[in-house]
């Protein structure tokens, strides 16, 4: 797990960077105040390579008075094999919403790494509830903003369950 390594929790999203809504970078900001030790890794094929890009979402996350020895900014990688190692560094992934991941999704928890999703209204918001509900991780399910910041903190403070999450998924 890697948070027993590091010493603090490393949060993910590989979604595509056009879902990263003000709604999600204002959550995700919440769950990085309520936990200053962790970290948070946004990896976008070709995208965030380019500094005017990671300077834009540096500026969003340091609006909410996020400082930028929180964020990790990646880009693609050579090939598959490398692109799911990098979910070797990570303990949880943050879905994006109202459009959640979908490829991204199933390659999380393929690789042992939980996900909490919000449910939304459109086929593309319920994607998380779909393959949560499947695995029996309802409690990862958000209604809410404020229900999904909660279960991300209250998964990162649980090390035991994302130890065993770890081995099941």
């Known amino acids: 797990l890697p948070c027993l390594e590091n010493g603090a929790v490393r949060f ?21 105040k309520a936990l200053p030790a962790s970290k948070l890794t946004l990896k976008s094929v070709n995208r965030l390579q380019d500094s005017g890009a990671r300077d834009y979402f540096s500026g969003l996350f340091g609006s ?10 990646l880009s693609g990688d050579a090939d598959l094999r490398a692109h ?14 109202p459009c959640n991941g979908g490829t991204t999704s ?13 449910a939304g209204d459109t086929f593309m918001g319920r994607q998380g509830v779909n393959y949560l509900g499947k695995l ?6 958000a209604k809410n903003a404020e229900s999904y910041v909660a279960a991300a903190v209250q998964l990162a403070t649980d090390t035991p369950r994302l130890q065993q999450l770890r081995v099941d998924l």
């Open 84 to 97: 799911l190692e990098r979910y070797r560094a990570v303990d949880i992934a943050l879905d994006s919403f």
């Open 106 to 118: 199933c390659e999380a928890l393929w690789m042992g790494v939980p996900v909490v999703t919000m």
């Open 12 to 32: 993910a999203s590989f979604n595509n960077l056009g879902k990263l809504s003000p709604a999600v970078i204002g959550a995700w900001s919440r769950i990085l």
């Open 64 to 73: 909410h008075g996020i400082d930028q020895e929180q964020l990790e900014f």
């Open 136 to 141: 029996g991780l309802e409690d990862l399910i």
